[in-house]
C-alpha cells in the first residue's frame, strides 16, 4: 500500500464505530489517532492510556474490520524496549498489521532500541508488523526550523537501521523539505495533514507515500456534537439534530452482520 505514487491516504479512527464508518466509504486500511483513542476512553492525550485499555479498544476495531488496521502507540506506554516490545506482542496477536510510534521528547536512542526490540519479537513470532516511527521534529519543535529537515533525516537514519518500515514526519509541509527527506531516507515518507499542505496528488509527486488524517476528524466530530449539545440544553430547539446526521438505518447496517 506504500508502493503507489498517490499516498495511501488514512483517515485516522477513534473507535470500533467510527473505524467500520471509515472503512465502509472506502478506506483501504485503518489506522487510529491516539488523542482521539484517548478522548474516546476517557483520557486526556498524552502516554497516559493504560496499556490494558489500548489493547482492549484495538480488539473491538479489529472485530468490526475487513481491511488492515494501524495503531498509535504513542512511546509505546514505557521507557523499557522489552516492555513496549510486550506491549506490541498482544495488539500483533490481535492481527493489528502495523502501529506507530514515536519519539516525542525522548533520546532518538532510546526510540530506536524500542524498534529493535519490536522487530526482534515479531520475527521471532513469525508474524510481520509495520513500524511506522513517528518523528516530532516538526511537530514539537525540536530543532530550529532551518534544521529540522537535517535534524530529522539523521534520526529517520537511526530508526530505518533499527528495523522502522516507514517514517512519520507530522507537521513538514514545505515541498523543500519533503524533497529532502525523500531523498535522504529510504523508507516510505508519511505526512499528516495540516491547513497549507499540498494535496495528495501533488504530496505523491513529491515522493510521500502516506498521508494521515491525525487526530482532526475525531476533533471535528467533536466540535459538532458540542454545538448541537449547546444548542439543545441552550434553547431545548430539536431542528439542529437533522443537521448532517446519519439516518439511524444507514448506521445499524453498518454493524448488521459482524
Same mark, same amino acid.
Given at each position: 500500500m506504500h508502493d503507489?505514487?498517490?499516498?495511501?491516504?488514512? *483517515?485516522?479512527? #477513534?473507535d470500533a464505530g467510527s473505524a467500520r464508518l471509515i472503512e465502509a466509504v472506502g478506506a483501504p486500511a485503518v489506522a487510529t489517532t @491516539? *488523542? !482521539?483513542?484517548? #478522548?474516546?476512553? !476517557?483520557?486526556? %492525550? !498524552?502516554?497516559?492510556?493504560?496499556? @490494558?485499555? /489500548? /489493547?482492549?479498544? *484495538?480488539?473491538?476495531? &479489529?472485530? /468490526?474490520?475487513k481491511v488492515p488496521l494501524s495503531v498509535d502507540i504513542e512511546n509505546g506506554y514505557s521507557d523499557d524496549p522489552k516492555t513496549v516490545a510486550d506491549n506490541v506482542m498482544r495488539l500483533v496477536e490481535l492481527g493489528v498489521a502495523g502501529i506507530n510510534i514515536e519519539d516525542g521528547f525522548d533520546e532518538p536512542a532510546l526510540l530506536a532500541s524500542k524498534i529493535e526490540a519490536i522487530r526482534n519479537a515479531v520475527s521471532k513470532s513469525g508474524n510481520d508488523l509495520f513500524i511506522n516511527a513517528r518523528c516530532d521534529v516538526f511537530l514539537a519543535g525540536l530543532a530550529d526550523k532551518p534544521k529540522q529537515a537535517d535534524a530529522s533525516i539523521e534520526r529517520g537514519v537511526q530508526y530505518a537501521s533499527a528495523g522502522a518500515d516507514g517514517f512519520f514526519l507530522p507537521a513538514i509541509a514545505n515541498p523543500v523539505d519533503i524533497e529532502k527527506v525523500v531523498s535522504a531516507i529510504r523508507l516510505p515518507l508519511n505526512v499528516m495533514a495540516i491547513p497549507g499542505l499540498a494535496d495528495a496528488a501533488t504530496l505523491g509527486g513529491l515522493g510521500v507515500r502516506r498521508l494521515s488524517a491525525g487526530g482532526s476528524i475525531s476533533q471535528i466530530v467533536l466540535g459538532k456534537a458540542k454545538a448541537i449539545a449547546q444548542d439543545f440544553l441552550q434553547n431545548g430547539r430539536s431542528e439542529s439534530?437533522? %443537521? !448532517? *446526521?446519519?439516518?439511524? @438505518?444507514? &448506521?445499524?447496517?453498518?454493524?448488521?452482520?459482524?
Amino acid at each position: 500500500m506504500h508502493d503507489n505514487t498517490t499516498p495511501l491516504r488514512l *483517515a485516522n479512527a #477513534w473507535d470500533a464505530g467510527s473505524a467500520r464508518l471509515i472503512e465502509a466509504v472506502g478506506a483501504p486500511a485503518v489506522a487510529t489517532t @491516539s *488523542a !482521539g483513542f484517548a #478522548w474516546a476512553l !476517557g483520557y486526556p %492525550d !498524552g502516554r497516559l492510556l493504560p496499556i @490494558s485499555e /489500548v /489493547v482492549a479498544s *484495538a480488539a473491538r476495531i &479489529i472485530r /468490526v474490520l475487513k481491511v488492515p488496521l494501524s495503531v498509535d502507540i504513542e512511546n509505546g506506554y514505557s521507557d523499557d524496549p522489552k516492555t513496549v516490545a510486550d506491549n506490541v506482542m498482544r495488539l500483533v496477536e490481535l492481527g493489528v498489521a502495523g502501529i506507530n510510534i514515536e519519539d516525542g521528547f525522548d533520546e532518538p536512542a532510546l526510540l530506536a532500541s524500542k524498534i529493535e526490540a519490536i522487530r526482534n519479537a515479531v520475527s521471532k513470532s513469525g508474524n510481520d508488523l509495520f513500524i511506522n516511527a513517528r518523528c516530532d521534529v516538526f511537530l514539537a519543535g525540536l530543532a530550529d526550523k532551518p534544521k529540522q529537515a537535517d535534524a530529522s533525516i539523521e534520526r529517520g537514519v537511526q530508526y530505518a537501521s533499527a528495523g522502522a518500515d516507514g517514517f512519520f514526519l507530522p507537521a513538514i509541509a514545505n515541498p523543500v523539505d519533503i524533497e529532502k527527506v525523500v531523498s535522504a531516507i529510504r523508507l516510505p515518507l508519511n505526512v499528516m495533514a495540516i491547513p497549507g499542505l499540498a494535496d495528495a496528488a501533488t504530496l505523491g509527486g513529491l515522493g510521500v507515500r502516506r498521508l494521515s488524517a491525525g487526530g482532526s476528524i475525531s476533533q471535528i466530530v467533536l466540535g459538532k456534537a458540542k454545538a448541537i449539545a449547546q444548542d439543545f440544553l441552550q434553547n431545548g430547539r430539536s431542528e439542529s439534530f437533522n %443537521d !448532517g *446526521a446519519l439516518p439511524y @438505518s444507514e &448506521i445499524q447496517q453498518l454493524f448488521a452482520g459482524l
